[in-house]
């Protein structure tokens, strides 16, 4: 009988053994799963030994220490954020928010350059509208109704931009077949001043040139055919274009205020207060950009336009208007304009005159550069001239004139926006205080309920 006795006290010591090291197994997996680092006291149970035969009590210090061993190599585990170093886990959350950004600008990207016509037509609206408004505030001033002072400013606005482009038209037309043989007279000249400078060009070395000129206009004539064909194009296309335009700008004459509060409806509630605030600011910039660049830009034709009067170049009063709309592109707009009217008084009077037009052309744009841009426009546009350059250049590259004529306006008015959100955004941590979110913030609140547990 104490045979039998003994035996099973053997076997209830193995299966006590058994039962602590699978607890101790399953607190591991409990561990590991739950990220806590804690093993439950299920297999520290087994230190305090097992009943053998006759009560007595069987020690299990085998078991007890490879649960304790256990219990500190899953308590020594650190958590894998704490692992990753600071600056690697804020790079790593600036990178993924930088490829989104990256993404959705390149959809936007798309998007615009399907529907190019339609954005380059709204940016224009926006443009004349930021110049005729001030027109129909006065008007609704003196008595008229919101209508007809929309009415009057838009038809007026755009009588004065359809005359401006004929008398262009007109002038040209006019003048057209005096400038061909002042450019025949002009070459001639060129071409006896290049026979007599110390270059050393022969005449065979000229003709060799024209005759190469005119080989290349003879091989490449379907070239020139099928872009006159596409000119066809564009020119439906700016003429729906225009029509778009005139329409936009006429509603937004007369409801701005109506869409601008339709548009801040489509904004989250969050980040409503913050729109409404910068809505008013961008609008001004823009405004301030338009009046400022229309007051220079007049200003330089005007005394461009002067000086090529009087030194008798030929089509000076288109000249100046060519100035005067190609001042709405920054920077090159003044270079392109400038050139070409030194290379027509060039080509028509002498190197003479063109000398002393290009220093009519530099006088009048450092008096504008200097003078006149920080004087007019001050601080409401403040753009520094890389910005200016690289915009102009990315504008031109994806939606050509129109693209660099809308470049440094919407450049100027996110400078705003940018900055007023910038400081918003302070005000209203100062108010509220910033709390921890994301991955690179500490969890307080997980930590203290993870030790009352």
């Known amino acids: 009988m104490s045979k039998w006795a003994g035996w099973l006290g053997r076997l209830g010591t193995r ?68 692992v990753v170093p600071w600056g690697m886990r804020v790079a790593a959350e600036v990178s993924w928010r930088l490829l989104l950004v990256a993404g959705m600008l390149w959809v936007v990207m798309k998007v615009i350059s399907e529907v190019r016509l339609v954005v380059l037509a709204f940016a224009a609206a926006l443009l004349v509208t930021a110049l005729l408004q001030p027109f129909v505030v006065r008007l609704r001033r003196l008595g008229l109704p919101r209508g007809l002072a929309t009415a009057v400013t838009a038809i007026l606005g755009f009588v004065i931009i359809g005359l401006v482009g004929w008398f262009v038209v007109w002038q040209v037309m006019e003048n057209l077949d005096q400038l061909s043989a002042r450019v025949r007279d002009g070459i001639e000249e060129l071409k006896r001043w290049a026979l007599n400078s110390p270059f050393h060009v022969t005449e065979q070395q000229i003709n060799d040139l024209a005759k190469n000129l005119s080989d290349t206009i003879g091989t490449n004539t379907q070239e020139i055919t099928s872009a006159g064909l596409q000119g066809v194009t564009v020119m439906v296309e700016v003429l729906t274009g225009i029509l778009l335009a005139m329409f936009s700008t006429l509603f937004l004459l007369y409801d701005g205020k109506k869409i601008w509060q339709w548009v801040l409806g489509l904004v989250p509630t969050a980040a409503r207060a913050g729109v409404a605030g910068a809505g008013p600011r961008a609008w001004r910039t823009l405004t301030a950009y338009v009046r400022g660049t229309v007051l220079v830009a007049l200003i330089d ?62 006088a009048v744009q450092q008096i504008e550069g200097h003078v006149l841009q920080p004087f007019i426009l001050g601080r409401a546009v403040r753009v520094h001239p890389l910005a200016v350059v690289l915009s102009v250049a990315a504008g031109g590259m994806i939606a050509g004139i129109g693209g660099a004529v809308v470049a440094v306006p919407l450049v100027a008015v996110t400078n705003t926006v940018v900055g007023y959100l910038r400081v918003y955004a302070r005000e209203q941590d100062a108010l509220l205080g910033p709390g921890p979110h994301g991955a690179t913030a500490v969890d307080h609140g997980g930590a203290e309920q993870g030790e009352q547990r």
């Open 301 to 362: 034709a005007t005394f461009i336009g002067l000086g090529l009067w009087f030194l008798d170049v030929t089509m000076a009063v288109p000249l100046a208007v060519f100035i005067f709309l190609f001042a709405f592109i920054p920077l090159v707009g003044a270079v392109v304009s400038g050139a070409l009217a030194v290379v027509v008084a060039l080509v028509t009077q002498g190197p003479f005159t063109g000398l002393m037009v290009l220093a009519v052309v530099l």
């Open 15 to 82: 299966l006590s053994q058994v039962e602590a090291k699978l607890d101790e197994r399953r607190a591991e997996v409990e561990a590991e799963t739950s990220g806590t680092g804690r093993v439950p006291s299920a297999a520290a149970a087994g230190t305090a030994g097992v009943p053998g035969a006759g009560g007595a009590v069987a020690p299990v210090a085998p078991v007890a220490d490879a649960a304790a061993a256990g219990s500190s190599a899953a308590r020594g585990r650190p958590d894998p954020v704490s």
